[in-house]
């Protein structure tokens, strides 16, 4: 280990291998962010909906919108240095651009459908769960308690099956990832 491939002694002296293995190690902690609040949280909120939004929305319940948006700016911004930095070592740069195309595909994807997804599920409590205040947030025209929440239960079960998708596809990244790292 006295080559420096392990050794940070500061930012100046990070090896490009530094670099991919810092990037790496937060993609793991990221990953497993990401399956603690999909079998443990999803369930919990999709389980009857709307009733069980109230976890997504009153004062004791969760705002993950600030970790996510956090820990998602800190991992790609130190996914891009690695790749500036890996770009020399030839096909481990190229490689790594590869897999953060994927990864941006994502979160585009995250961003088109999950989040606003989630702000309608958040929106539909109100102050009271009750269909009424449901009803008039997803239509207002109608204020339909009955037409609002009918198709509830299959959309929050598409967001958490399409989630076990998104979840895995940025595992498997992160293993593409990891295999570099050697």
């Known amino acids: 280990m006295g080559d420096g491939y392990f050794c940070v002694t500061s930012i ?27 079998f443990v949280v999803v369930p919990k909120w999709t ?6 939004f109230r976890l ?29 930095f890996c770009w020399r070592l030839g096909p481990v740069g190229r490689q790594l651009l590869g897999l953060f195309i994927l990864h941006m595909g994502v979160r585009v994807w995250t961003i088109v459908y999950f989040a606003p997804a989630i702000i309608k599920f958040q929106k539909m409590v109100g102050d009271e769960t009750s269909n009424t205040a449901v009803a008039a947030t997803a239509n207002p025209a109608t204020a339909n308690p009955a037409a609002a929440t009918a198709n509830l239960p299959a959309k929050t079960r598409q967001w ?4 076990y998708l998104r979840v895995g596809i940025y595992i498997l990244i992160s293993l593409l990832q990891a295999l570099l790292c050697l």
């Open 47 to 52: 389980a009857s909906p709307p009733g069980s």
């Open 160 to 163: 958490r099956n399409y989630n």
């Open 12 to 38: 100046n002296k990070m090896t490009p291998q530094s670099w991919l293995i810092s990037s790496t190690l937060l993609y793991f902690l990221i990953n497993g962010a990401q399956l603690f609040e999909t």
């Open 56 to 84: 997504l929305r009153d004062r004791n319940g969760l705002d993950l919108k600030t970790f996510w948006i956090l820990f998602h700016s800190i991992h790609e911004t130190l996914f891009i240095l690695a790749i500036v």
